[in-house]
T-cell receptor, first 111, second 113 residues
Framework: DVKVTQSSRYLVKRTGEKVFLECVQD?????MFWYRQDPGLGLRLIYF???????EKGDIPEGYSVSREKKERFSLILESASTNQTSMYLC??????????FGDGTRLSIL | GENVEQHPSTLSVQEGDSAVIKCTYS??????FPWYKQELGKRPQLIID?????GEKKDQRIAVTLNKTAKHFSLHITETQPEDSAVYFC????????????FGGGTRVLVKP
């Protein structure tokens, strides 16, 4: 069974802090994705990666960056956290021709 | 880019009745359409998907239909049960299944016993 693990279920940070959200998958998937989930807006793609050291902007990349130094790990970085980044963050991974599998999510609160 | 709209945003049905959720998409090049179910506090999980070369697909009580001409697709759940209560998301992708998805806003389904 595919395992996508996000480092924290809940996280509370302060405005202006640099925040790291980590995601690890154990199925050698080449594709990895970061979404944020807000009520009524569904899941919106922030960044994605098709290979190590490769990244592409999604639909809402502003205020975020990512890092993929190893195939199994995809990190989302909030350079200077703001209150409007309070949200549920979901990581997903997939093989090129297969559906995406999601992690349990990180509920991030920025105070 | 792609835009996916999903209706209704909430749906309440009596146990045993059918539930239908509809989605429209804007990019005629989209060719892969998955549906995810998210129970309260849990991760989204794929329940069914359809590709653009197929008009309908069934899996037990769940079916999805696709109308490429009208650019809309629907999820049908028959004989609903309380465990069907969840938020359902439709999505569309321009490329293969593993590529980036554009999601609809979600439908909260409540099945009343």
């Amino acid at each position: 069974d595919v395992k996508v693990t996000q480092s924290s279920r809940y996280l509370v940070k302060r405005t202006g802090e640099k925040v790291f959200l980590e995601c690890v998958q154990d199925m050698d998937h080449e594709n990895m994705f970061w979404y944020r989930q807000d009520p009524g807006l569904g899941l919106r793609l922030i960044y994605f990666s098709y290979d190590v050291k490769m990244k592409e902007k999604g639909d809402i990349p502003e205020g975020y960056s990512v890092s993929r130094e190893k195939k199994e790990r995809f990190s989302l970085i909030l350079e200077s956290a703001s209150t409007n980044q309070t949200s549920m963050y979901l990581c997903a991974s997939s093989l090129s021709s297969q559906p995406q599998h999601f992690g349990d999510g990180t509920r991030l609160s920025i105070l | 880019g792609e835009n996916v709209e999903q209706h209704p945003s909430t749906l309440s049905v009596q146990e045993g009745d059918s539930a239908v959720i509809k989605c429209t998409y804007s990019d005629s090049a989209s060719n892969y359409f998955p549906w995810y179910k998210q129970e309260l506090g849990k991760r989204p999980q794929l329940i069914i998907d359809i590709r653009s070369n197929v008009g309908e697909k069934k899996d037990q009580r769940i079916a999805v239909t696709l109308n490429k001409t009208a650019k809309h697709f629907s999820l049908h759940i028959t004989e609903t049960q309380p465990e069907d209560s969840a938020v359902y998301f439709c999505a569309a992708s321009r490329q293969a299944a593993g590529n980036k998805l554009t999601f609809g806003g979600g439908t909260r389904v409540l099945v009343k016993p």
